[in-house]
């Protein structure tokens, strides 16, 4: 069995994953269908929610991302500004500390209840 913190990641990602999906709808870069949730910002600010947008398969994984349309989308919704700042999360996210148990267990109480939100706004 993997150990416990292994798995309270895989865990956070899977839900928070499922919220990007459900939030997005379609895919951020082509609006295909919202098969994975995918980086802008690579191997840092997992769960960020404007660092993380849906994606389909082919965006996400055969163009890597898709990045120089991933990164015009991005600059249109969040505006000049918040660009930058994530763009200085992403440096300080890069050196931050070691994720611990309750990070993640943080993270997945926090997106359960913003699924079950999301879900009651679409009935
Ligand atoms: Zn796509």
């Given at each position: 069995m993997r150990p416990k913190l292994a798995r309270l990641k895989d865990n956070a990602w899977t839900i928070f994953s499922q919220y990007i999906r459900t939030r997005d709808k379609?895919?951020?870069?082509?609006?295909?269908?919202?098969?994975n949730a995918g980086h802008f910002f690579h191997n840092c600010l997992d769960f960020d929610e404007e660092n993380i947008h849906a994606q389909c398969v082919r965006c996400n994984k055969w163009l890597s991302g898709n990045l120089a349309i991933y990164s015009v989308n991005l600059l249109k919704l969040l505006g000049q500004k918040k660009f930058e700042l994530l763009n200085i999360r992403h440096y300080q996210d890069m050196v931050a500390q070691k994720r611990d148990e309750e990070y993640y267990e943080k993270i997945i109480k926090k997106y359960k209840r913003k699924i079950a939100l999301l879900e009651q706004s679409l009935v």
């Open positions: 379609k895919c951020f870069t082509c609006n295909g269908s919202p098969d």
